[in-house]
């Protein structure tokens, strides 16, 4: 017979176990607001600092220039095609891995993981090997007039490889956790697969969907590795904010590299407030998938 809470006294006030001494509250306090303040903070007041260093007229001249309007355009171009494109992955794969068995299972999470523990300059390398001038696929594409390396869609694949296991790695865990009693309650009921999945699946899942979109499209727009490899670096065509900035940086034009840093800096900001407000609207959600 496992012991009652009444013959265990010292369980009894659990809370003046756990709290510690004021000293060490304080200090414990003080090193996180210190780290956040020195590797967090800090470094977000000099990016918009340097930004506006030369006011916000030349701020905001900068920024429309035609090259950054160039790299802004492309990188937003390269998140509405990423996003999409990993959306229908993430979602089928995540049902099908937690919703089903299947011979290969084990192979398919492997390989979701696959970029997360690739370099993204060896991923680009990778689709240099393979869309090169010498790489196996161009005879196969140059009759098409499709050119992949130091263009648009090589800079669209290499963001798909890096970005593609985010919203199935957010699902997976929450798919499987929920279970499938309430997707065959559905089917006993008369619904059909379809119905089942629109209406019953994806409810369930819509706080990590979304979430998972956040991350996806967070990373699609601030990835360089991959993209810094495929793009060429061709100035108003293949660069994207980060690119321009390493551009601009190389170049001495600090002012207008942190301008375009801060706007990335600002789309971080916006992702993680979105992020926040998901949080508290599904926190209900959330702690049922906890427990």
């Known amino acids: 017979m496992s012991p ?28 996180a607001l210190t780290f956040l303040g020195g590797f967090l903070f800090l470094p977000l007041f000099v990016v918009f600092g340097e930004a506006l260093a030369q006011g916000f007229a030349f701020y905001f001249a900068t920024l429309r220039t035609p090259d950054a309007q160039s790299a802004i355009g492309l990188t937003l ?19 099908a891995i937690a919703k089903f068995r299947f011979p290969g299972r084990a192979l398919l999470l492997t390989l979701i993981d696959l970029p997360f ?13 393979m869309f090169g001038a010498q790489g196996w696929a161009t005879p196969l594409l140059r009759p098409f007039d499709v050119k992949i390396v ?42 059909s697969g379809w119905q089942t999945f629109w209406r019953v699946t994806l409810p369930n899942v819509r706080y990590g969907l979304m979430y998972g979109v956040l991350l996806c499209n967070a990373r699609a727009m601030g990835e360089f590795g991959a993209v810094s490899v495929i793009s060429g670096h061709i100035r108003g065509l293949t660069n994207t904010m980060p690119l321009h900035v390493e551009v601009l940086y190389n170049e001495y034009e600090f002012v207008a590299a942190f301008a375009v840093a801060s706007l990335l800096t600002i789309l971080a900001l916006v992702t993680l407030g979105v992020k926040n407000v998901l949080q508290w609207r599904y926190r209900d959600q959330l702690q049922a998938a906890e427990h």
């Open 77 to 95: 171009l390269v998140a509405l095609v990423a996003i999409p494109c990993n959306l229908l992955f993430g979602v089928s794969a995540a049902w």
């Open 150 to 191: 130091f263009a648009v869609p090589g800079i669209i694949l290499a963001t798909l490889f890096v970005t593609f296991p985010f919203i199935a790695r957010e699902l997976i865990p929450l798919m499987e956790e929920q279970g499938v009693e309430d997707e065959e309650s559905a089917l006993m009921l008369g619904a």
């Open 117 to 129: 523990s690739v370099s993204p300059v060896v991923a680009g390398l990778i689709f240099i090997l």
């Open 4 to 31: 009652r809470r009444a013959d265990l006294p010292f369980l009894s006030n659990r809370s003046e176990l756990l709290s510690e001494p004021l000293w060490v509250r304080l200090l414990l306090l003080t090193l």
